[in-house]
């Protein structure tokens, strides 16, 4: 027997009512679900702690506590669910200048209608929950939901050869990612293609004054991105994450630093969700993105996913599979067979936040992978201290591609449940 999502959370982070009532209560959390029904939904929050929460609580005190939303149903308060505060980014990326309330809208919330809950903070320490993150001996994190792996991000270099240096050694990207049953759907130097790397970000067009730099083909030797450093790794009832600092170098100088913010959600039975929201900062030079048909956010798949094993592909908007091209999509799914006779992959999900939305993808007509390149409708300059700021959703699945459910996860993340949060007053 399956058993409900609400069900599974209630348990790994949850409290009783009588747990509850001491804990102390922060806010009333009211949820909008909208034009379009919810179904397990992550949420999160933008809040300034001191405005919604009173009193001297700060992002940091947040982070570091326990926290659960209690429903109010009927007029009575029902079992927790866990909720969890994404700390503030440093510096700060647009959505989380304050820090975040996340949480799982767990089970169904019909179009129209609202829940409230009560967000309580007890005394205790954050739990460490069922979703987790491992350093590798100083070489990679590795995401894991109770005893299942997730994804693993590399901050350290990867050589292709283990003997020897190679211009194709890099870092700063996520292989391998895999399936909730348990089998890996990307690849990393792959024959053919040996540059591309599971899910990673790279531009193969940038003038930087009179150099051209090439991020994306690393076999030019004209561009590459290197990891500097890493913090607010964390695990918990909700999420897992990073906020990991990189620097994109060319021609011996660094040409952007990027800021990359990655969190893991905790669903159970799968699909795994992670979001990712990335900055890219000009130094002491312009960078211009210049128009290409690929570049920008990358997934590859399989290398067996070739010729007869070929993957299934799907869009939000269709796209020509002989040119491998698409004049926009809010999101793609790439799917194929895995050795243990399934089938799973990635979905990539694009946000209006982003540049071009919906943006241009590239579909490889051939080899298995895809990007959503913004800089196929023209050329961007990011000036000397200036930024670009990227959002994007992956969802890691069993089976092949389903467009309802690719419709429903892209609307859950363009169009997010509306949230107040409002200090707690004795008249509620």
């Not at 739990?127 to 590399?154: I, Q």
Request: with cysteine; glycine share 10%; charged share 25%.
């Amino acid at each position: 027997m399956q058993i409900p999502l609400i069900a599974v959370l209630a348990l790994l982070g949850g409290s009783t009512t009588d747990t509850a009532a001491r804990a102390e209560d922060l806010a009333l959390v009211v949820v909008h679900a909208g034009r379009h029904e919810r179904s397990d939904t992550p949420v999160g929050v933008p809040v300034y702690p001191k405005l919604r929460f009173g009193g001297d609580l700060t992002s940091e005190d947040l982070a570091r506590r326990r926290l659960e939303l209690v429903e109010e149903t009927a007029g009575a308060m029902t079992r927790a669910v866990p909720a969890q505060w994404q700390d503030r980014t440093r510096p700060p990326l647009d959505a989380f200048k304050t820090g975040a309330l996340v949480f799982v809208l767990s089970g169904k919330t019909p179009a129209g209608t609202e829940r409230r809950f009560r967000l309580r903070m007890s005394s205790g320490s954050s739990a460490p929950g069922p979703v987790r993150v491992t350093d590798e001996k100083g070489t990679s994190l590795t995401f894991g939901h109770g005893s299942r792996p997730v994804a693993r991000y590399n901050y350290g270099l990867v050589r292709r050869h283990p003997d020897r240096s190679s211009v194709f050694d890099r870092s700063a990207y996520f292989h391998p990612v895999w399936a909730p049953c348990g089998e890996i759907v990307t690849d990393d130097f792959p024959d053919s293609h040996p540059h591309q790397r599971g899910l990673f970000l790279a531009w193969t067009r940038a003038t930087i004054g009179d150099y051209k730099a090439d991020f994306w083909n690393l076999m030019s030797n004209r561009g590459k991105t290197a990891h500097r450093g890493l913090s607010h790794v964390v695990s918990g009832p909700v999420f897992a994450g990073f906020i990991a600092e990189n620097e994109c170098v060319a021609d011996g100088r660094v040409a952007l630093k990027e800021t990359w913010v990655t969190r893991v959600y905790g669903r159970p039975d799968g699909p795994w969700i992670m979001d990712f929201e990335i900055r890219h900062t000009a130094t002491e030079r312009p960078v211009v993105l210049e128009k290409y048909h690929y570049g920008g956010m990358a997934y590859r798949g399989r290398c067996d996913w070739l010729g007869a094993r070929r993957p299934l592909i799907e869009t939000s908007d269709g796209y020509d599979a002989k040119k491998g091209q698409a004049d926009k999509a809010r999101w793609v799914d790439m799917s194929g067979r895995l050795p243990n006779g399934s089938s799973g992959g990635v979905c990539l999900l694009d946000h209006p936040s982003n540049p071009t939305y919906p943006t241009p993808l590239r579909i490889h007509p051939n080899e298995p992978y895809y990007c959503f390149a913004f800089s196929q409708r023209g050329s961007r300059t990011i000036e000397p201290g200036k930024s670009i700021e990227l959002r994007y959703r992956c969802v890691v699945h069993d089976g092949v591609p389903d467009r309802a459910e690719a419709d429903r996860w892209a609307r859950d993340f363009a169009e997010p449940p509306e949230v107040t949060v409002e200090p707690v007053t004795d008249s509620r």
